[in-house]
């Protein structure tokens, strides 16, 4: 049952390219425009350039949230799940696995050729580049969370957005400061911790949490 969940999120992901394309066209996008907006001064695109690219992420992340619980919804097949004898929780944390997979993965791993552009130099890269691995599964596993609630309501994209964003902070700010940190010579080691230390709370509690948000959204 695990594997065919899996398998299905990815086959869908498949068939539906926008839904995959859409979140890292408009993190592209919304990195390349800052440089042009700002100007060409090195040094500060240098200071922005990580607080920027994580900005893009994290909004980008947004745009695939709402569509998480929703398609399974107009289908009947998130019944199916709640009914199934796999427990809830593995297979909420199954789908956040495949989002983030399509969706996140792709995102992190373009995020030094658009830092490139804001003039870090390759130890910078490899430091963003290991923050959002370590960031961008939790902000799909917090995201998770919100989609769940606010499933079937009216506006829940908007609510969604308000719900998520205040628990994004944390990320946001340890992952640009790893690499500032890193910049000013005291070493990213405690920034990057503490993001693994959210990605291990939130492997934890994020699954159980959604799983019970879309048992009460079902209701």
């Not at 427990?87 to 490139?116: D, E, F, N």
């Not at 917090?142 to 989609?147: K, M, T």
């Not at 606010?150 to 506006?155: E, H, M, N």
Request: glycine content about 12%; some cysteine.
């Amino acid at each position: 049952m695990i594997g065919q969940v899996f398998r299905r999120e990815l086959l869908l992901a498949w068939r539906r390219p926008g839904d995959t394309l859409l979140p890292l066209s408009f993190f592209v996008i919304v990195g390349s425009l800052f440089p042009l907006g700002v100007g060409a001064e090195p040094q500060l695109l240098h200071a922005i350039g990580p607080g920027v690219v994580w900005i893009a992420a994290v909004l980008a992340t947004l745009l695939g949230l709402p569509r998480l619980f929703a398609a399974d919804q107009q289908s009947g097949a998130l019944e199916q799940l709640l009914l199934s004898p796999a427990p809830l929780t593995l297979l909420v944390a199954i789908k956040v696995l495949a989002q983030w997979l399509t969706c996140g993965l792709p995102l992190a791993l373009a995020a030094p050729l658009l830092a490139l552009g804001f003039g870090l130099n390759f130890g910078d890269l490899g430091i963003l580049l290991a923050g959002l691995l370590l960031g961008t599964p939790v902000l799909y596993l917090l995201g998770a969370i919100s989609a769940a609630l606010t499933l079937g309501l009216r506006g829940g994209g908007a609510l969604l957005g308000l719900l998520v964003l205040p628990l994004y902070v944390p990320v946001l700010i340890f992952g640009s400061g790893a690499v500032q940190a890193a910049a000013q010579g005291f070493g990213p080691g405690a920034n990057l911790s503490l993001l693994a230390a959210m990605l291990a709370l939130a492997l934890v509690f994020a699954p159980w949490a959604t799983a019970a948000a879309l048992r009460i959204s079902l209701d």
